[in-house]
Every structure is written in structure tokens, then in C-alpha cells.
């Protein structure tokens, strides 16, 4: 198992979303934007997927919007970029 703890969000982003459901679309654009500066990180884990499927283990309530499925998110339209075709919901599990 492996930790990327540096693909992780900021405190910043976290608490000023605090799990506010309104607030979930600028937490995904400000989380994302993070990732995007974090391109050694990422494509380390792109290098790992491209190897077999990855799990995303994770713990909260809120099991819809959080911050694993931002993640995931991202992760999707890179791994798509990256094929050049749609990602399938198969590629990662959480």
C-alpha cells in the first residue's frame, strides 16, 4: 500500500469547504488547481495505474462529496487526457 500523501489537499481548501454541499463545485476547481502544480506526484501515480487498477482507500461520512472523490475526479480526466479517450468508471474504485 502506498501513500501519496503530497496529492493530499491543502488545510486550506478543507476547511473553508467544510463539507458544505454549495460549496463543493469551487472546492473541486481550488483542489484541482493544487493537483495541477503537482505534476511529479501525479505522474508517478499515472505511471502506477498505467501497471493495473488502483484503489482509493479513504474515511468519512460524507460519501459523495469529499475529498477521495475529488480526487478520483481529477484523476479520471487525466488518465482520459493521457488515453485521449473518456475514462471508464472501472479505472478507479473507491
Not at 10 to 31: D, I, M, Q, V
Not at 50 to 76: C, D, H, S
Request: glycine fraction near 2%.
Amino acid at each position: 500500500m502506498l501513500w501519496f500523501r503530497e496529492v493530499a489537499p491543502s488545510t486550506e481548501p478543507c476547511r473553508w469547504y467544510g463539507h458544505a454541499p454549495e460549496r463543493w463545485p469551487e472546492f473541486l476547481a481550488r483542489y484541482h488547481a493544487e493537483l495541477a502544480q503537482n505534476s511529479a506526484a501525479l505522474e508517478k501515480l499515472l505511471r502506477l495505474i498505467r501497471q493495473g487498477p488502483i484503489t482509493l482507500v479513504f474515511a468519512t461520512a460524507a460519501l459523495k462529496k469529499n475529498n477521495a472523490m475529488a480526487f478520483k475526479l481529477y484523476l479520471e480526466a487525466k488518465w482520459a487526457s493521457a488515453r485521449n479517450l473518456s475514462a471508464s468508471r472501472n479505472d478507479f474504485m473507491l
